[in-house]
């Protein structure tokens, strides 16, 4: 584990209108957030989409070096429950699904796609990876 004040993550977040906000992170990028109403993405569906984006970088870096694709797509899904542990989400799945152009670079981006997928499951995502091996969330009222 490290201390180092360069791999702390961080978000600001602000109300900009009825039951929306605005993540804005160090670098400048937003993204609005809603409950549903509307078309801005919930929290839920913010989660699913670092799941399913978190792995198709990791997935894009390994088989880019062999080839670029020729289609991509994934789909990450959950069930959204309430039980005596509160709301959460069960059974949460990402599913890739790839094209590679013919030949021998295609064939070698085909042949590390699944070790590419497991490695980002079992080691790379950092999003995958805490939801996974779970970590506490610590919740405070103070001064920013």
Excluded: Q, W
């Excluded at 791999?7 to 602000?14: A, K, P, Q, T, V």
């Excluded at 039951?19 to 109403?37: D, I, P, Q, Y």
């Excluded at 569906?45 to 978190?54: D, F, P, S, V």
């Excluded at 779970?134 to 001064?143: H, I, L």
Aim: aromatic share 4%; with cysteine.
């Amino acid at each position: 584990m490290t201390d180092s004040a360069a791999d702390l993550r961080s978000i600001s977040l602000e109300k900009i209108g009825e039951h929306r906000f605005r993540a804005t992170n160090s670098r400048g990028g937003t993204l609005v957030l809603g409950h549903g109403e509307d078309p801005d993405f919930t929290p839920v569906e913010m989660l699913l989409a670092a799941l399913a984006g978190c792995s198709a970088l990791d997935v894009d870096f390994i088989t880019g070096k062999r080839s670029p694709m020729e289609a991509f797509e994934a789909l990450a899904a959950a069930t959204k429950i309430r039980d005596e542990e509160g709301n959460r989400l069960v059974d949460i799945s990402v599913t890739f699904d790839i094209t590679f152009p013919e030949g021998e670079g295609g064939d070698a981006a085909r042949r590390v796609l699944p070790d590419a997928i497991k490695k980002s499951a079992t080691r790379l995502c950092t999003v995958g990876r805490t939801v996974s091996v779970g970590t506490p969330v610590t919740y405070a009222e103070g001064d920013l």
